[in-house]
């Protein structure tokens, strides 16, 4: 007879050294993952915080003032490319879907292709534009620009800004900003409240502000990611030592069981021969 | 006769209390996308570049919403000194409840301009002016040139 020494031939598969082999490489990578996002966490929780009050201050016009807003609305999406974080992009797409079933949207740009994959084919009809090769780094202020540009290429009334909002390392919400559009404005008073407002003036503010509360927007969403992906990761790690932990008694249950079966084979063989 | 008493000693109250509001502060946000330098704090007087001219804003001041220019923006802090930094470009908007947010692109200390840096970098931006053939070109080339102009002339 053959002495196997523990290795898997003649061990059911299941319980053999592949599998937990495999299981302890998955929780090498899911342990490395965790540790680069929160590195990557730390880094856009830092950006956040001059992000928030440059976000805060660009939206003071809107927030400070009774804009009403216009019926004709375009939805801008804020997500990005990558997976692995939890429900940070579920959760966003699901704020679309229930918005689009109590009132038909029919004009979205989508920043990144998780929110795209997932609103592909209920509302693929309503893409004016998409945006990728997001999430990789850090958005920039002129990354800001470029969708701020898009958005406004197109008429609407008003713009409304999804996204994940970060609130702490451990939870994040789905929000909805609405910017009034450059003629909702001039249709209100309340903005001839303020000094020097003429149409050219108005429309160059309107572009900065919204590529700033664009830029605060995806600086939110950045935070959101990074935190529910070093979640994600950490709970991945754990549940894999768990199996790890499961599978290792198990194959020494059996290792054992195929030692005892040889040593009982050998012993009534010796018997016989007696 | 009381009643003359305490409605002349009231006017006196608000107009100190009216006094007071003049010569106090007003909250200042002024920020770029990657650093708040001000955040809802209080200060004295901030003069701003803006496309309707070069003007100072004080507590009080009418709500005016302004493009700035490449420029320098002064303040006045509550304790009475004065930082200068240099912008890029942004918007100042000053509302009825006082507040003032200045939001810039870029924004340097005056003092971390190198001068010679920015003489040099002039003088290749006035090149590219001329060069410069379609009406986009023009434009972008117009705008270094009218930074640089800006940041030579605080250096």
Request: aromatic content about 6%.
């Amino acid at each position: 007879k053959n002495h196997h020494r523990g290795r898997s031939s003649g061990i059911n598969a299941e319980y053999g050294e592949t599998r937990l082999k495999s299981v302890k490489n998955i929780r090498k990578i899911t342990s490395s993952m965790k540790m680069v996002s929160a590195a990557k966490y730390a880094r856009a929780e830092r950006a956040l915080k001059p992000a928030r009050v440059y976000g805060t201050g660009a939206e003071s016009l809107y927030t400070k003032n009774e804009f009403e807003s216009g019926e004709d609305k375009l939805i801008l999406a804020i997500s990005s490319d990558r997976g692995l974080c939890g429900g940070v992009h579920s959760g966003l797409g699901k704020a679309i879907k229930a918005a689009h079933a109590e009132k038909p949207i029919t004009k979205t740009i989508i920043v990144g292709d998780k929110a795209k994959a997932i609103l592909q084919r209920t509302m693929g009809d309503t893409f004016l534009a998409t945006f990728n090769n997001v999430g990789k780094k850090p958005a920039s202020f002129t990354d800001a620009i470029n969708v701020a540009e898009e958005v406004l290429s197109h008429e609407a009334d008003t713009v409304d800004i999804v996204y994940n909002k970060f609130i702490n390392v451990v939870s994040y919400d789905s929000t909805t900003k609405p910017i009034p559009g450059v003629a909702s404005i001039e249709a209100n008073d309340a903005i001839y409240n303020y000094d020097e407002v003429d149409s050219e003036v108005l429309k160059c503010y309107q572009e900065f502000t919204l590529a700033n509360i664009v830029y605060h927007s995806i600086r939110e969403q950045e935070c959101s990611e990074q935190s529910a992906r070093m979640n994600a990761m950490e709970n991945a790690t754990r549940n894999a030592g768990e199996m790890i932990d499961k599978l290792t008694l198990a194959y020494n249950r059996t290792r054992q069981a195929v030692i005892t079966r040889e040593l009982i084979e050998i012993i009534s063989g010796a018997n016989a021969l007696e | 006769m009381a009643f003359r008493t305490i409605a002349v000693r009231t006017a006196a109250l608000c107009r100190r209390a009216m006094a007071t509001e003049a010569g106090s502060t007003f909250p200042l946000t002024f920020s770029s996308p990657t650093s708040a330098l001000f955040n809802e704090a209080a200060v004295k007087q901030v003069d701003i570049p803006s496309t309707t001219g070069h003007f100072g804003i004080l507590p009080n001041h009418v709500p005016t919403i302004a493009i700035l220019l490449p420029g320098v923006v002064s303040i006045t802090t509550e304790a009475g000194d004065i930082q200068k930094f240099f912008v890029s470009s942004g918007t100042a908007t000053i509302h009825a409840d006082s507040t003032v947010q200045i939001l810039a692109e870029e924004i340097c200390d005056v003092a971390d301009i190198d001068g010679n840096a920015a003489r040099a970098a002039l003088e290749a931006s006035k090149s590219k002016l001329a060069s410069a053939s379609s009406e986009a070109d023009k434009a972008a080339a117009q705008i270094e040139v009218d930074v640089y102009e800006g940041m030579v002339a605080v250096a």
